[in-house]
């Protein structure tokens, strides 16, 4: 579930309230070509994952272990790589509400922390008004916290979270599991100056509510957040964030899981610290 769909920057969660219509399936993709049998893509899938790999792994072979840094950190602009993985480790340190903190001041840090960022801000957990201030505190700058609290704390009402099916504490039913997980594809800093940046974190995600008598199922979606970044208190914290819906691809031919395979799921694989 993207953050902005039904709301301005200052929270809201998307996707709700909104009817997703398949229609029916004509033959052909959707450039207008014959679509072809799944087994032949599959082939297709198989073969460029193979050369993917080779190529990965001639890539890995060559590359030397103690490779400067390429990325200056007191550059405006980030270079034709801005997106590449620098192989650098994930912070270690990380709050008592599982939150990364201590990143680096660098180019390099403030897109991962707006990476992680971008996972709180889009969370399950930040529906549930008492885990809501705490989490802002981690990710915000001490002087947006109260007026991010007031805003959410209007937006997160009582009548939203029964439209989403939770209840006043931002829990689902019993026997139901809401769902709300993103996943950074990748960053980009488009300013950089040593005590601020603004980076875009482009993201998919995953939101609604698992059960067999749920209206509001769990789908897939693709957005953009754009946070900006200032550097108080030894680290990279929020001052504001906003979020466009894509870049997002063309739908694959994945069969859909169960309910109950979506809720094993969200149980039993745990989430990653994003590390630029």
């Known amino acids: ?133 705490e989490m802002l505190r981690q990710v915000f700058d001490a002087g947006r916290v109260s007026e991010l609290e007031r805003k959410l704390g209007q937006v997160y009402d009582k009548a939203f979270l029964d439209k989403v099916g939770l209840d006043q504490n931002g829990d689902a039913p019993k026997g139901s599991t809401y769902v709300s997980r993103t996943m950074p594809v990748g960053t980009k800093a488009t300013e950089y100056s040593g005590n601020a940046a603004t980076v875009e974190v482009w993201c998919t995600g995953v939101y609604g509510m698992t059960g067999d008598s749920s209206e509001n199922p769990v789908t897939s979606d693709w957005f953009t957040m754009t946070l900006q970044l200032r550097w108080t208190d030894g680290d990279w914290k929020v001052d504001s964030f906003s979020q466009k819906e894509g870049p997002a691809p063309v739908n694959g031919d994945n069969k859909v899981s169960t309910s109950d395979d979506i809720t094993k799921a969200v149980q039993e694989f745990g989430g990653f610290t994003y590390a630029r």
């Open 1 to 133: 579930m993207s953050l902005g769909d039904e709301h301005e920057a200052s929270g809201g969660y998307g996707g709700t309230g909104q009817t997703r219509t398949r229609l029916p399936d004509t033959g052909a993709d959707t450039y207008g070509s014959t679509r072809r049998g799944r087994s032949s893509s599959r082939s297709l899938v198989t073969v460029v994952g193979v050369v993917v790999l080779l190529i990965a792994a001639i890539a890995f072979a060559n590359r030397g272990d103690d490779n400067p840094e390429t990325n200056g950190s007191g550059t405006n602009k980030p270079d034709a790589a801005a997106t590449a993985p620098s192989g650098k480790r994930p912070v270690q340190t990380k709050s008592g509400g599982g939150i990364p903190s201590g990143f680096a001041q660098d180019q390099e840090g403030a897109q991962s922390a707006a990476a992680n960022y971008a996972v709180v801000l889009v969370s399950a957990d930040i529906l549930k008004p008492a885990r809501r201030p």
